[in-house]
């Protein structure tokens, strides 16, 4: 029994990315899984994704770049305002403007440097560099 999809599926991610895989699939999708991806995507961290539905609640098939060192989920999903955003950099990112925390808002999943612009605040779900 999986506990923690989103986890699992970065964890996938960036197992295929260290083998040096081009795909990897994610056997359990969910909307929140997809917009991860999809921040991802936006950000040239991976080539992209298709959701394929298989009957048992659907899987995500990732293409995959090579330009993730490492990524993985924010446990526990830290509440982060709208001027902390530079203190979670440092606890979760290689370095200043390197990388990426994924971040749920009011406004969506979005990058924490989008969320900076928009002056919001939200959860921290990832991070990926």
């Not at 960036?14 to 359990?28: P, Y």
């Not at 991806?37 to 994704?49: N, T």
């Not at 959701?51 to 990732?62: A, P, R, T, V, W």
């Not at 009011?106 to 959860?123: F, P």
Request: charged share 25%.
């Amino acid at each position: 029994m999986r506990l923690d999809p989103l986890s699992d599926a970065l964890s996938t991610v960036n197992n295929a990315e260290q083998s040096g895989k081009l795909k990897c699939t994610i056997s359990q999708a969910s909307k929140l899984i997809g917009r991860t991806l999809k921040v991802m995507q936006e950000h040239d961290y991976i080539d992209g994704y298709e959701y394929i539905e298989d009957g048992k609640g659907g899987e995500f098939e990732i293409k995959l770049n090579g330009n993730i060192n490492k990524c993985g989920s924010v446990k526990p999903q830290f509440s982060a305002q709208k001027d902390e955003f530079e203190k979670w950099e440092k606890r979760y990112l290689p370095g200043k403007n390197f990388g990426l925390l994924i971040v749920t808002t009011s406004n969506g999943v979005i990058s924490h440097r989008k969320a900076q612009k928009e002056g919001i605040g939200g959860k921290l779900l990832a991070y990926v560099y």
